[in-house]
DNA sequence: GCGCAAATCAAACGTTCGTTTGAATCCTAA
DNA sequence: TTAGGATTCAAACGAACGTTTGATTTGCGC
């Protein structure tokens, strides 16, 4: 029987490959072969060590969400902490959640932006055993983190601050995966540059994180805005605020 | 040879079954067999109607893209007609852009909720061939929307304003998806509830413009912010405004 | 009714997939 | 040194993949 000692060479090798690949060439597109030949150990190897291929993409994922999660339940236990009671800034629990996640994009030994792409590409995969693989790791830290934006926003019904964190979490992993139509269009290879820079996390992070941030605290959509002054209102009225603003003729009804 | 006269029948429900199942388990994850087979036609079919399984993707995708394409480009030619020479406003151009396609899933001849949700797989999606024929397809539309943006924000740096355009296209194309952890922790099924009901679209609608417009709007991040004034400056002060803001002990650096 | 191209069909093609087997090694504890 | 479990290895497994073939059927202009 296997998972008694574990030799750490091939073990620890096979993830790291696998990790790599899944994230250039998915869950589908990558073959055993290819994560074999790569990591120079056997065919056979994987399926030792992890017991299936399904078993070894959550092996990927396990190792890294452990401290991801980790860390996210002690940041938000901290800052709950330190506020005494009191609710936290929305900017607060974002900088936990989302900082934390970019902040293992800086560090090669906790992923780096490999595991981050891989990590926004896998969120939209259609495996079903991903996603309640993904549903049951996400289930304690989501709850938290719910519950800390309900008090930090409480003038915004909870329902719509959960589609804004969907949307946040659109955002996000969107921007992680970094396979983007504007990117290919405005025309630089994110597959080389990106993968293997950790920079690239802090710079993303400058640029998203206000994003979100004015995201999660946008004005009310329009009928749902009558009631509640809403600490998400913004002073500003360059714009219209919100939605089916100007109607503009649509052709091809 | 084909594609002289195509009979209506086999041609178009293999695209219609094709779209449906590449929505609801990715394109590798679906098999030219399980297509015709639920199409009732030959396995040889697609062969010979497409070429070839890729061609088959492409196709499903062009048929739809050709009526989005004109459809956004005949808004934003409208729309700035109407303005004659003065900038748009950024809830214009935004409305145009994703308007249009929401509008999409309002109307189940354009492909509806089955259609949205495949695009915004799709976009993810690593294969290649899939990537290079996006950008093909994009490439004309996203230049123009791009310029609109810039025109419409003129106090923001076109650089921003690109990654904006990047975070609001992952907003989108994740809602989209609706394969989110959120929904499965918060414990509802997507698949069959989401993809055939087209009041989805107008509802997402209501909830994202809003998130999308204040997104795109938010105060430039701390590094840059220091000269221009910026039209997306708000009001609001109740949270602080940008990215590095309150730092929070991390562990296992 | 005939002729011919378009369309459909059953069957098989060669390849690649994830997985399993059983023997050959390696390493360590007795 | 020697057993014995842990690990590696070459080889093969059946299944499923996308694609191709060649015969058959269909539908329409002449």
């Known amino acids: ?32 072969r290819m994560i074999t030949s790569e990591a120079e150990v056997n065919l056979a190897a994987v ?11 959550r092996e990927v994922f396990r190792r890294r969400l452990l401290w991801l999660n980790r860390e996210r339940i002690v940041l938000l236990d901290a800052l709950e902490a330190a506020a005494a009671g009191a609710p936290l800034k ?11 996640l970019l902040r293992m994009g800086e560090d090669p030994a906790l992923g780096g932006m490999v595991f981050l792409r891989l990590l926004g590409r896998t969120l939209t995969e259609p495996a079903d055993f991903i996603r309640t693989f993904f549903a049951g790791e996400y289930a304690e830290v989501v709850e938290r983190y ?16 959960l589609w804004r964190f969907h949307f946040m979490l659109g955002s996000m992993s969107y921007a992680l ?5 504007l990117e290919i269009v405005t025309g630089y290879e994110p597959g080389d ?15 998203v ?18 009631l509640s002054s ?3 209102a913004s002073g500003d009225s360059c714009d219209a605020p919100s939605g089916a603003s100007s109607r503009v003729t649509p052709s091809h009804a």
């Open 1 to 32: 029987m296997p998972d008694q000692k574990h030799c750490p060479d091939t073990h620890d090798r096979i993830l790291d490959v696998a990790e790599r690949l899944f994230m250039a060439n998915g869950y589908e597109g990558t073959s055993m």
């Open 47 to 57: 399926n030792y060590h992890f017991g299936s291929k399904e078993a070894l993409m």
């Open 90 to 100: 929305p900017s607060q629990v974002l900088e936990a959640f989302f900082g934390t």
């Open 146 to 161: 719910k519950h800390a934006l309900f008090r930090a926003l409480p003038d915004v019904p909870q329902e719509e601050i």
């Open 177 to 181: 995966a970094g396979t983007d139509v």
């Open 193 to 207: 540059a990106m993968a293997t820079d950790p920079a690239a996390a802090r710079r993303l992070s400058a640029r």
């Open 209 to 226: 994180m206000p994003f979100l941030l004015a995201g999660l605290r946008a004005p009310l959509p329009a009928p749902l805005a009558s």
């Open 230 to 232: 809403s600490s998400a």
